[in-house]
């Protein structure tokens, strides 16, 4: 059985430790400034910075150099192409680096160089074109999305899979709150198998399920489920989003599955994580991975289908429906255009909202 961990507080407390402040300031002020820096970012960005710092140091030792502070130009370029070609790294995984070192320096109290020259950029480019030509001559599988076909397929798959009936319904449950609200897997699954962060990941009093407008339909229509997501990627100033997700009537409603699976899992604590396997184990993206794949393999060998692939199903039926891009980013709580990257059907010429609302009765979004 996974314990609360000490989280995000713990966390953050060993970043501030590490801040240095120039300024003449007294140490409750600079205590206070600290705390306050330490919460600037994500502790999932913080982790892959501090990774970068050990990628640095790695790549030092390797050449016999020290760690000089601040990073010159030729140990930037050499470290970038240690990265590239000795460790084979892709371009947007160098470029986090670079913003990795860039965030040491400012850490450190020290003024930050020009670690983005021009003949830097020209190299990161360089690298994404190669990285984009290999992919297109390796013909590597993109992320396939979720489509109604492939949540039928997959309902059917874990009806006879062999595990524990509880399993099976968490399982089908959390595949319905992902298609159907455009989920991230972060937002529902907890990040380790051994531990949880109350702070951050959604537990089980932090979904409900809900009637709408106090009537429910011939169909069963009438309900919805609740999410209060903590801490969402889209929410900059870290406050909780409420996400509703509404009843469909359909084979794959969520809202059938909800009300199954609360019914199956009565006994479990309201403070513990929301999905849990029958081992006592929370669900996390890498293990609800696994049975993703035992499922579909057999019947779409290579399908690349993974937890994230459920949100960009989302977008793209959205897209090949016409809906308007304002639409599609509102479903999916983006705030940028970056939801163009997760549209991967084929995208059809718009038509209007309500249009396609009322035509295709076939998506029961």
């Known amino acids: 059985m996974a314990s609360p961990a000490p989280g995000t507080a713990k966390f953050t407390a060993g970043l501030a ?3 240095k402040f120039n300024a003449n300031l007294s140490e409750q002020v600079a205590a206070d400034l600290r705390h306050a820096a330490s919460h600037s970012m994500a502790k999932r960005t913080w982790l892959s910075y501090k990774t970068a ?22 140990t930037l370029l050499g470290f970038v192409h240690w990265l590239a070609y000795t460790k084979g790294l892709k371009a947007g995984t160098i470029s986090g680096y670079i913003s990795g070192i860039r965030n040491l320096h400012i850490v450190k109290g020290i003024e930050e160089p020009n670690l983005r020259s021009n003949l830097l950029k020209m190299v990161l480019e360089g690298r994404r074109n190669i990285d984009a030509i290999g992919r297109t001559v390796s013909c590597k599988q993109e992320r396939q999305p979720v489509t109604l076909d492939i949540m039928q397929l997959l309902k059917a798959k874990l009806s006879g899979w062999q595990a524990q009936p509880a399993d099976r319904l968490t399982a089908w449950v959390i595949c319905t709150l992902l298609f159907h609200g455009a989920c991230r897997g972060g937002e529902l699954l907890c990040k380790a198998e051994n531990a949880f962060d109350p702070a951050v990941d959604l537990l089980r009093k932090d979904l409900s399920l809900r009637q709408v407008g106090g009537s429910v339909s011939e169909k069963g229509e009438g309900r919805s489920i609740q999410l209060k997501l903590k801490m969402p990627k889209e929410a900059k100033d870290k406050r909780a989003v409420i996400v509703d997700i509404f009843e469909s009537g359909s084979v794959i409603c969520p809202v059938r599955a909800v009300d199954k699976w609360l019914k199956a899992t009565v006994g479990a604590k309201m403070e513990e994580p929301a999905f849990i396997w029958s ?3 929370p669900v996390t993206a890498r293990s609800l991975n696994r049975v ?13 289908i993974s937890v994230h692939s459920f949100r960009t199903g989302a977008a793209s039926m959205m897209a090949e429906l016409g809906y308007p891009d304002e639409d599609i980013k509102a479903i999916g709580r983006w705030s940028s255009r970056a939801f163009e990257n997760y549209i991967k059907l084929e995208r059809t010429k718009r038509i209007q909202t309500l249009s396609g609302m009322k035509c295709n009765k076939s998506w029961n979004f």
Request: proline share 7%.
């Open 279 to 281: 081992s006592g184990k």
């Open 17 to 19: 430790k590490n801040i």
């Open 292 to 304: 993703i794949k035992d499922m579909l393999d057999a019947d779409l060998p290579q399908h690349g």
């Open 53 to 74: 710092e050990r990628m640095l140091a790695k790549y030092l030792k390797g050449v016999n150099q020290p760690l000089e502070l601040p990073t010159s130009e030729s």
